[in-house]
Protein backbone atom coordinates (compact mmCIF):
# COMPACT_ATOMS: atom_id res chain seq x y z
CA UNK A 1 0.00 0.00 0.00
CA UNK A 2 2.73 2.13 0.72
CA UNK A 3 4.54 1.46 -2.12
CA UNK A 4 1.38 2.35 -4.24
CA UNK A 5 1.15 5.98 -2.50
CA UNK A 6 4.87 6.77 -3.52
CA UNK A 7 4.87 5.32 -6.87
CA UNK A 8 1.54 7.75 -7.41
CA UNK A 9 3.20 10.82 -5.82
CA UNK A 10 6.43 10.21 -7.62
CA UNK A 11 4.83 9.89 -11.05
CA UNK A 12 2.62 13.11 -10.26
CA UNK A 13 5.75 15.62 -9.03
CA UNK A 14 7.34 14.35 -12.54
CA UNK A 15 4.38 15.13 -14.65
CA UNK A 16 3.56 18.50 -13.34
CA UNK A 17 7.34 19.05 -13.46
CA UNK A 18 7.50 18.72 -17.46
CA UNK A 19 4.52 20.41 -17.30
CA UNK A 20 6.22 23.28 -15.58
CA UNK A 21 8.38 23.35 -18.59
CA UNK A 22 5.88 23.77 -21.10
CA UNK A 23 4.13 27.07 -19.42
CA UNK A 24 7.00 28.69 -18.86
CA UNK A 25 7.83 27.84 -22.23
CA UNK A 26 4.75 29.66 -23.09
CA UNK A 27 5.38 33.09 -20.61
CA UNK A 28 8.71 32.80 -22.47
CA UNK A 29 6.97 33.72 -25.84
CA UNK A 30 4.44 35.60 -24.91
CA UNK A 31 6.00 38.52 -27.17
CA UNK A 32 7.25 36.21 -29.27
CA UNK A 33 5.49 37.32 -32.59
CA UNK A 34 3.08 34.52 -34.02
CA UNK A 35 3.78 32.62 -31.55
CA UNK A 36 1.14 29.82 -30.85
CA UNK A 37 0.44 28.58 -27.27
CA UNK A 38 1.31 25.09 -26.36
CA UNK A 39 -1.33 23.14 -24.73
CA UNK A 40 -0.64 20.39 -22.15
CA UNK A 41 -2.38 17.96 -20.11
CA UNK A 42 -1.88 14.84 -18.24
CA UNK A 43 -1.82 11.19 -19.38
CA UNK A 44 -2.70 8.39 -17.72
CA UNK A 45 -0.01 5.02 -19.23
CA UNK A 46 -0.87 1.64 -17.55
CA UNK A 47 2.79 -0.43 -16.35
CA UNK A 48 2.87 -3.09 -18.48
CA UNK A 49 4.40 -6.22 -17.58
CA UNK A 50 5.52 -9.36 -20.01
CA UNK A 51 5.69 -12.05 -17.46
CA UNK A 52 4.51 -13.17 -13.94
CA UNK A 53 3.22 -11.56 -11.82
CA UNK A 54 2.40 -9.18 -14.48
CA UNK A 55 0.42 -11.40 -16.78
CA UNK A 56 -2.22 -9.97 -19.19
CA UNK A 57 -3.53 -6.54 -18.14
CA UNK A 58 -0.37 -5.57 -16.64
CA UNK A 59 0.24 -4.26 -13.21
CA UNK A 60 -3.32 -2.46 -12.53
CA UNK A 61 -2.44 -0.83 -9.46
CA UNK A 62 0.68 1.00 -11.17
CA UNK A 63 -0.08 3.93 -13.78
CA UNK A 64 2.60 6.14 -15.05
CA UNK A 65 0.86 9.90 -14.70
CA UNK A 66 2.54 11.74 -17.95
CA UNK A 67 2.69 15.61 -19.24
CA UNK A 68 1.94 15.53 -23.10
CA UNK A 69 1.37 18.43 -25.46
CA UNK A 70 -1.78 17.30 -27.65
CA UNK A 71 -1.50 20.47 -29.54
CA UNK A 72 -1.29 23.84 -30.23
CA UNK A 73 -3.57 26.97 -29.57
CA UNK A 74 -4.37 28.48 -32.69
CA UNK A 75 -6.66 30.93 -31.85
CA UNK A 76 -5.74 34.35 -33.17
CA UNK A 77 -3.45 36.76 -31.51
CA UNK A 78 -3.96 41.03 -31.04
CA UNK A 79 -2.72 42.70 -34.50
CA UNK A 80 0.50 45.53 -33.62
CA UNK A 81 0.46 47.91 -35.61
CA UNK A 82 3.59 49.52 -36.70
CA UNK A 83 3.28 51.55 -39.91
CA UNK A 84 6.83 49.19 -40.65
CA UNK A 85 6.43 48.16 -44.39
CA UNK A 86 8.36 45.07 -43.82
CA UNK A 87 5.74 44.09 -41.24
CA UNK A 88 2.35 41.93 -42.37
CA UNK A 89 -0.38 40.15 -40.15
CA UNK A 90 -2.69 37.76 -41.60
CA UNK A 91 -6.45 38.80 -40.95
CA UNK A 92 -8.30 35.19 -40.06
CA UNK A 93 -7.36 32.18 -40.17
CA UNK A 94 -4.04 31.03 -42.24
CA UNK A 95 0.04 30.99 -42.32
CA UNK A 96 2.78 32.36 -44.37
CA UNK A 97 4.96 29.80 -45.89
CA UNK A 98 8.71 29.74 -45.26
CA UNK A 99 12.15 27.59 -46.23
CA UNK A 100 14.43 26.07 -43.84
CA UNK A 101 17.92 26.15 -44.47
CA UNK A 102 17.47 22.15 -45.33
CA UNK A 103 15.26 23.27 -48.36
CA UNK A 104 11.64 21.99 -46.44
CA UNK A 105 8.65 24.65 -46.07
CA UNK A 106 7.78 25.67 -43.26
CA UNK A 107 4.55 27.47 -41.68
CA UNK A 108 4.19 30.07 -39.37
CA UNK A 109 1.97 33.38 -38.05
CA UNK A 110 5.27 35.66 -37.39
CA UNK A 111 5.11 38.13 -40.30
CA UNK A 112 7.99 40.62 -38.90
CA UNK A 113 9.88 40.41 -42.23
CA UNK A 114 13.34 41.20 -42.65
CA UNK A 115 15.49 41.80 -45.97
CA UNK A 116 18.67 39.55 -45.75
CA UNK A 117 22.63 40.84 -46.95
CA UNK A 118 21.32 38.78 -50.22
CA UNK A 119 18.19 41.26 -50.89
CA UNK A 120 15.64 38.41 -50.35
CA UNK A 121 12.73 38.44 -48.06
CA UNK A 122 12.82 36.57 -44.92
CA UNK A 123 11.78 35.98 -41.36
CA UNK A 124 15.36 35.14 -40.24
CA UNK A 125 19.09 35.54 -41.95
CA UNK A 126 18.50 31.64 -43.02
CA UNK A 127 14.78 31.38 -43.27
CA UNK A 128 13.72 32.75 -46.29
CA UNK A 129 9.78 33.38 -47.22
CA UNK A 130 8.49 31.83 -49.91
CA UNK A 131 6.74 33.17 -52.79
CA UNK A 132 4.56 31.23 -55.27
CA UNK A 133 7.40 31.67 -57.45
CA UNK A 134 10.29 31.16 -55.35
CA UNK A 135 12.13 33.14 -52.80
CA UNK A 136 11.42 37.46 -53.15
CA UNK A 137 14.06 39.15 -54.05
CA UNK A 138 13.87 43.02 -52.85
CA UNK A 139 16.09 45.69 -55.03
CA UNK A 140 18.28 47.70 -52.82
CA UNK A 141 16.68 51.22 -51.77
CA UNK A 142 13.32 50.52 -53.09
CA UNK A 143 10.33 50.93 -51.00
CA UNK A 144 7.73 47.81 -50.98
CA UNK A 145 3.97 47.67 -50.39
CA UNK A 146 2.18 44.11 -49.97
CA UNK A 147 -1.61 43.89 -51.71
CA UNK A 148 -4.25 42.20 -49.52
CA UNK A 149 -3.81 39.04 -51.87
CA UNK A 150 0.39 38.98 -50.68
CA UNK A 151 1.33 40.02 -53.87
CA UNK A 152 4.54 42.60 -53.51
CA UNK A 153 5.38 45.39 -55.27
CA UNK A 154 8.20 47.86 -55.64
CA UNK A 155 9.60 51.68 -56.17
CA UNK A 156 12.74 52.13 -57.06
CA UNK A 157 13.26 56.32 -56.20
CA UNK A 158 12.83 57.84 -58.70
CA UNK A 159 10.69 56.32 -60.70
CA UNK A 160 6.54 56.52 -60.88
CA UNK A 161 6.52 52.65 -61.53
CA UNK A 162 5.45 49.87 -59.53
CA UNK A 163 7.05 46.39 -59.84
CA UNK A 164 5.20 43.15 -58.58
CA UNK A 165 8.66 41.22 -57.75
CA UNK A 166 6.64 38.53 -56.34
CA UNK A 167 3.65 36.98 -54.45
CA UNK A 168 3.88 35.64 -50.65
CA UNK A 169 2.56 31.95 -50.10
CA UNK A 170 -0.47 32.07 -48.39
CA UNK A 171 -1.98 28.54 -47.25
CA UNK A 172 -4.53 27.22 -44.97
CA UNK A 173 -4.01 23.48 -44.00
CA UNK A 174 -6.13 21.59 -41.36
CA UNK A 175 -4.75 22.87 -37.92
CA UNK A 176 -5.23 19.64 -36.60
CA UNK A 177 -2.25 18.24 -39.52
CA UNK A 178 0.19 20.47 -38.05
CA UNK A 179 2.85 19.87 -35.84
CA UNK A 180 5.37 21.86 -34.16
CA UNK A 181 9.10 21.41 -34.43
CA UNK A 182 11.68 22.57 -32.10
CA UNK A 183 12.16 25.68 -34.15
CA UNK A 184 8.64 27.13 -33.50
CA UNK A 185 7.67 26.48 -36.95
CA UNK A 186 4.59 24.33 -37.71
CA UNK A 187 5.27 21.07 -40.35
CA UNK A 188 2.28 19.52 -42.46
CA UNK A 189 3.87 15.77 -42.57
CA UNK A 190 4.44 14.01 -45.96
CA UNK A 191 3.44 17.45 -47.64
CA UNK A 192 2.94 20.93 -48.57
CA UNK A 193 0.50 23.29 -48.14
CA UNK A 194 -1.37 24.23 -51.13
CA UNK A 195 -2.17 28.76 -51.67
CA UNK A 196 -5.16 29.78 -50.58
CA UNK A 197 -6.22 32.68 -51.96
CA UNK A 198 -8.88 33.50 -49.59
CA UNK A 199 -6.10 34.18 -46.81
CA UNK A 200 -5.68 38.20 -47.07
CA UNK A 201 -2.64 40.21 -45.33
CA UNK A 202 -2.59 43.88 -44.12
CA UNK A 203 0.90 45.42 -44.63
CA UNK A 204 2.29 47.74 -41.47
CA UNK A 205 1.29 45.60 -38.58
CA UNK A 206 2.02 41.85 -37.09
CA UNK A 207 0.66 39.51 -34.93
CA UNK A 208 1.51 39.06 -31.71
CA UNK A 209 2.09 35.69 -29.24
CA UNK A 210 -2.01 34.36 -28.58
CA UNK A 211 -0.36 33.36 -25.02
CA UNK A 212 -2.14 35.47 -22.12
CA UNK A 213 0.68 35.86 -19.81
CA UNK A 214 -1.70 36.61 -16.86
CA UNK A 215 -3.39 32.95 -16.87
CA UNK A 216 0.35 31.60 -17.96
CA UNK A 217 1.55 32.61 -14.52
CA UNK A 218 -2.09 31.48 -12.78
CA UNK A 219 -1.01 27.60 -14.33
CA UNK A 220 2.59 28.39 -12.87
CA UNK A 221 1.23 28.85 -9.49
CA UNK A 222 -0.94 25.93 -9.71
CA UNK A 223 1.37 23.71 -11.15
CA UNK A 224 4.26 24.56 -8.60
CA UNK A 225 1.47 23.89 -5.58
CA UNK A 226 0.68 20.37 -7.40
CA UNK A 227 4.25 19.68 -7.43
CA UNK A 228 4.98 20.59 -3.34
CA UNK A 229 2.11 18.32 -2.67
CA UNK A 230 3.23 15.74 -5.04
CA UNK A 231 6.65 16.11 -2.94
CA UNK A 232 4.87 16.04 0.48
CA UNK A 233 3.18 13.06 0.10
CA UNK A 234 6.37 11.27 -1.43
CA UNK A 235 7.71 12.57 2.22
CA UNK A 236 4.31 10.88 4.08
CA UNK A 237 4.98 8.23 2.44
CA UNK A 238 8.52 7.33 3.29
CA UNK A 239 7.68 8.32 7.06
CA UNK A 240 4.96 5.63 7.08
CA UNK A 241 7.03 3.17 5.79
CA UNK A 242 10.03 3.96 8.35
CA UNK A 243 6.95 3.79 11.19
CA UNK A 244 6.01 0.41 10.10
CA UNK A 245 9.48 -0.81 9.86
CA UNK A 246 10.07 0.06 13.49
CA UNK A 247 6.59 -1.29 14.77
CA UNK A 248 7.39 -5.31 13.38
CA UNK A 249 10.50 -4.44 14.82
CA UNK A 250 9.20 -4.51 17.91
CA UNK A 251 6.42 -6.83 17.79
CA UNK A 252 9.52 -9.40 16.11
CA UNK A 253 11.83 -8.34 19.86
Given at each position: ?????????????????????????????????????????FRA???????????????????????????????????????????????????????????KEA??????????????????????????????????????????????????????????????????????????????LFD??????????????????????????????????????????????????????????????????
Amino acid sequence: MINRYAYTSMTGATATTQQLAVTSNNLANSLTPGFREVISAFRAVPLQGDGEPFVGNGADTRVFSVESTPGSNFSGGQIQTTSNPLDAAIKGDGFFAVRRPDGKEAYTRAGKFMVNDQGVLSIGKDIPVVGEGGSINIPTGSTMQIAEDGAIYTQVPGTQYLNQVGKLKLVNPNANNLVRADDGLFDLPGEQAASDPRVKVVQGAYELSNVNPTMAMVQMIGQSRLFDLNSRSISSADQNARSATTLLSLSRS
